[in-house]
């Protein structure tokens, strides 16, 4: 099997990777105050380091209390956005592309008793 097309620059849409290899959103758990941990940023760094072209973030919720109910979600918010400016310039300073997955978990939620969300409205009747 010819493996070699991996390894082979990708053009979509005026985006460059330099590989076909992408590391897809995972929830690591690599979060402080519901944004990215120098953890978090080392190991995506590491990743763009080892080759990956297109690193995707942990789920991201946009800055809204229900749209996360747990500590270890990571937020969207301005107290984030230091955070991501600094993964986004790790990943790209070490060559790779970086996304960032915004995600909700839906209307139905069990918030953490001692998350500072826990008594916002969950939606459910």
């Known amino acids: 099997m010819d493996v070699s097309p991996l390894f082979e620059p990708l053009h979509i849409a005026g985006l460059r990777l330099r590989n076909r290899f992408v590391l897809p959103a995972m929830q690591v758990g690599f979060v402080e105050g519901c ?3 120098q953890r978090m940023i080392d190991y995506l760094r590491a ?22 109910w747990q500590p270890v979600f990571c937020v969207l918010s301005e107290q984030s956005e230091g955070g991501w ?4 310039e790790a990943v790209k300073g070490a ?4 996304f960032l997955q ?13 998350f500072f969300n826990k008594d916002a409205p969950t939606g459910a009747r």
Do not use: K, N
């Not at 690193?55 to 749209?67: N, V």
């Not at 060559?95 to 970086?98: I, K, L, S």
């Open 102 to 114: 915004l995600w909700h978990p839906g209307a139905q939620r069990v918030p953490s008793p001692v």
């Open 47 to 68: 990743r763009a380091e080892g080759g990956t072209a297109l690193i995707y973030s942990e789920s991201c919720a946009p800055d809204h209390p229900s749209s996360y």
């Open 85 to 88: 400016a600094r993964v986004v």
């Open 35 to 37: 944004g990215p941990s």
């Open 95 to 98: 060559g790779a592309c970086f």
